[in-house]
Structures are given as C-alpha cells and as structure tokens.
C-alpha cells in the first residue's frame, strides 16, 4: 500500500483537531455563562464582568449582542458610565436594526432627563424608530412613544398613541386621564379614569395579592382626588404582606397629597395632623411628609397658636403638638421656651427623635447654607440628651456645609470612631481639617476613608463568592 499523502495527512490532522477544540470551545462559552449567571445572582460585579470579557473574546468578532449589553449593564452599576455608553452605541448603530434592549435602554435615558433639548429628543427618536420597526405594536415600545410625544408636548398625539394599547393594558387608562386633566377635560379623564378602574378591579380580584395592580388602582384614586380609596386601596395591600415595600412608598404620597389637599379649618388642621403622623409611622424621613409637617407647623399653626390650643382640646398627639409649639419658638428665636416644650414632647415620645432630626433635611434648613435654625434644633436636641450620636452626626455635617469647620470638627471627632457611617465621615473630616490648614489631619482621615471603602467592597466580594459557593455546593448535592 502507498503510504498516505503529506497533504492528506494535514487534512487529517485538522479535522481531528477540529474535533477537540470546538467542544472544548463550546464547553467554556457555555461555563463562563454558567458562571456570569452565578456571579450576577450573587451581585458579584466584577466576577461577572471578567466572565463576560473571556466570552467576548472567546467569540472573535461577532460576540453575542447579550453579552455585550450585559456587559454594558455591568459597567453602567459599577460607576463606568462611558463604557457603558460605548457599548450601547455599538448594539445600536445608525441604519442598522440594532439589539432591541440597547434601543430601550437609551431611549429611557434620553426621556428622563430634565428638560431635555431637541436634539436628545431626537436622539429618543432614532431609538424609537428602530424598535417599532422591528415591532411596531408592541406596548413598552408604544409607551416609549407616548412619552416622546409629551416630551415634545404633543399631548393629542400621545392620547392617541396610548389609546392603541388601552384595550390590552387597562393602565394606560392612568396617563391619558392625567393629559385629560391637564387639557382640562376633566369629563373625559374622569369617564376615561373611572374606566380603568373598573377592569383593574376585575384584574385584581383574579389576583388579590398583585402590588402592582394595586398600585395602578391607587394612582387612579389619586388622580380622581379620592384619597381616602387610594390609602384604603394600598392598607389592605400592606396588611396581606409587601416585602418590596412599595405599597408603603405609595401610602406616603398618598397621605402626603390628602394633607396638603385640605384646608385650614381646625377640623381639617386635625385631620392633616393625624394623616402626617400615620404617613411619618410608615417612612419618617419621607421628604413630602416632612414638608408638609413643616407647613402645618409653622405656616399654618405658626401664625396662630390658639390653633395648637384647639387642637390638644380636639385631642390631637400632645408629644407631636408639643415639638410643633418647640420648632415654632425656636424659629421666633425664643430658644428657652423651644427647649422646654421639646424636651416635655421627646419625653412623652422618643422616637421624635428621628422625626426632628429628619427635619433638618427640608426646606430652609436644606436650602439656606447661612440659616442656623437646624443647628440650633439639632443643639437642644442634643442638651436634652447628648448620647444621641446620630444627631452628633448630623450636627457636624451641617456645620460642614455652614462652611464652620471647627465646629464640625468637634462633632466629627466625637462620633466617627463607632459610626456606621464611618468612611463618610472620615472623608467629611478629611475636607474640614483641610480647610482648617491642617494638612496631616487631613491626609490621615482621607486614608482612612479610603481604606474603609476598600474593605466594604472587600466584604461584599467575599460575602458574594461565599454565597455563589453555597450555590454550586447546593447544586451538586
């Protein structure tokens, strides 16, 4: 026999190769998804970034565009928002369908800037196109649509853009009632509102639990201005069970708007007093209802204190109408009366504590740098009782944006050592001692910050890998 050929025998060889080397590739593509699932399922985000490279690199140049917007995801969470801007233009280029999640993500970017130009508009636009191309009647598509229109106030284009999705989704009922409102056609929004209502019910009652439908009938309550159905809506929500806690945002909102809806009757003082303090129970550092106890407190009780005596004879929450007379008499600079009526409140009801602290976060005291009235709330506070160190906190930090830097180093120093807010601190106290000239100070909290930050992104790591080792060990037994 003639022995085999040179070329025949490279023709062999190839093949076998072949053989072994498109399964050993397919295994690995298919052990770094496996692992970039693990490693997302843990919140281990550099994990899965480092599988989604090797993937990328492992398909040459046509990788999947799911792992490039993965990747872009990624990047986005882990504060690189330039990479991950790079990739989504690359899933989403000129003249080509593009990858549809990429469009959707864009546009949404786009749409939610604050007042965005005609030029990002348009930008929204090209993203737009390309979804409804690929399908043109898809609802998220046609919501993204809507929204664009409004972005363009164009709001009869819009109604008619949700008015193609409202026989499959009864919701969109929601945002057309709130352009009927603003166009003043109340007659329509309230036919159009009451609609909706009606068919979410039906929805509702084939799945009393759903939070969501829940939530879509309470925001139909609130446009229709029926405040007691929304809270009642979302109580019976809160009361079977909401572990994402998003009946309890809502019934903030919602209690928040009923207040501010009424007016300055001394029924309707009482009224707004007993709503606040039940939204407060749910969320005391919830911005609405922090500012609307302030405007009851001192706009509207402020300029009349025969109301606060109205109020304790109508049986309102003394502790609650004792810290209001205090944030009145401290805002009329009369500092001893403030302390004696804040300290009979906090002994009556200590959590007022946190409520009085949250205060120092809205309105003036938020907005003007120079007023002093949170740093003297937050100082009685602190003479009725000066173990309360998260006020400490608080007190330095304000100081801080005071621009007193001596100040807030003394409330710094006191409470940064066992603070759970430790590396914030230690950089607050890096910037003040640097305003101060003393440089070594500074450069020594600044480490410290530095390593603080360092070692909770360290625990989190380890506490991910422990949990995606949990995971495989529970895989294979």
């Keep these: 026999m003639m022995a085999p050929s040179v070329a025949f025998l490279g023709i062999i060889f190839l093949v076998g190769l072949a053989l072994i080397v498109i399964p050993d590739e397919v295994n690995r593509r298919s052990q770094y998804e496996l692992e970039t699932y693990r490693a997302l399922s843990s919140n281990n985000l550099v994990r899965a970034q480092n599988c989604l490279e090797n993937l990328i690199q492992i398909s040459g140049d046509n990788p999947k565009p799911e792992y490039l917007y993965q990747l872009a995801i990624i990047s986005e969470r882990a504060g690189d928002a330039d990479r991950a801007f790079r990739l989504l233009q690359r899933l989403t280029l000129p003249d080509k369908a593009g990858y549809a999640p ?4 864009l546009a949404e970017v786009l749409l939610s800037q604050q007042n965005p130009s005609p030029e ?3 930008q929204a636009e090209r993203h737009i196109r390309s979804l409804l191309v690929q399908k043109p009647d898809d609802p998220s598509y046609l919501r993204l649509q809507a929204r664009l229109q409004m972005a363009r106030k164009q709001p009869e284009d819009a109604l008619k853009t949700y008015g193609l999705i409202l026989d499959r989704d009864a919701s ?15 007659a329509e929004a309230k036919q159009l ?13 084939q799945n009393f639990e759903n939070v969501d439908t829940r939530l879509k009938l309470a925001d139909a309550d609130l446009l229709l201005n029926q405040f007691q159905e929304a809270a009642g809506m979302l109580q019976t929500g809160i009361t079977i069970g909401d572990p994402s ?5 809502a019934m903030c909102v919602v209690l928040a708007r009923w207040a501010d809806s009424l007016g300055t009757k001394i029924e309707d003082l009482n009224q707004r007093l007993n709503l606040l303090v039940q939204g407060l129970s749910f969320d005391p550092t919830h911005p609405m209802l922090l500012n609307e106890f302030w405007k009851l407190a001192i706009e509207d009780l402020g300029n009349d204190p025969n109301q606060v005596l109205k109020l304790r004879v109508l049986g309102a929450n003394l502790s609650v109408l004792d810290s209001m007379s205090g944030l009145q008499e401290l805002k009329q600079g009369k500092k001893a009366e403030a302390r004696k009526s804040l300290e009979s409140a906090l002994k009556k009801a200590p959590d007022l ?17 120079k007023s002093t009235l949170g740093t003297d709330l937050l100082t009685v506070m602190l003479d009725i009782d000066p173990t309360k160190a998260s006020i400490r906190e608080n007190r330095g930090l304000i100081y801080l944006k005071m621009e007193k830097y001596p100040e807030s180093i003394a409330d710094l120093e006191t409470c940064v050592t066992n603070s759970a807010n430790g590396q914030a601190l230690h950089m607050a106290l890096s910037v003040a001692y640097e305003k101060v000239g003393d440089k070594p100070k500074s450069d020594l909290h600044r480490a410290e910050s530095e390593r603080l930050l ?5 625990a989190v790591a380890s506490k991910n890998e422990a949990e995606t080792k949990k995971e495989t060990e529970k895989a294979k037994s």
């Design 102 to 105: 990429a469009h959707v993500n």
């Design 120 to 122: 990002t508009l348009d």
């Design 172 to 186: 969109m009922g929601l945002p057309m009632g709130q352009i009927l409102i603003s166009l003043k056609r109340d």
């Design 193 to 205: 509102l009451n609609s909706a209502k009606t068919r979410l019910k039906v929805e509702l009652d």
């Design 245 to 249: 806690n998003r009946l309890r945002r």
């Design 353 to 369: 504590y946190i409520l009085l602290n949250n205060l120092t976060t809205i309105g003036e005291m938020r907005s003007d740098s």
């Design 454 to 458: 360092k070692a909770s992104g360290r």
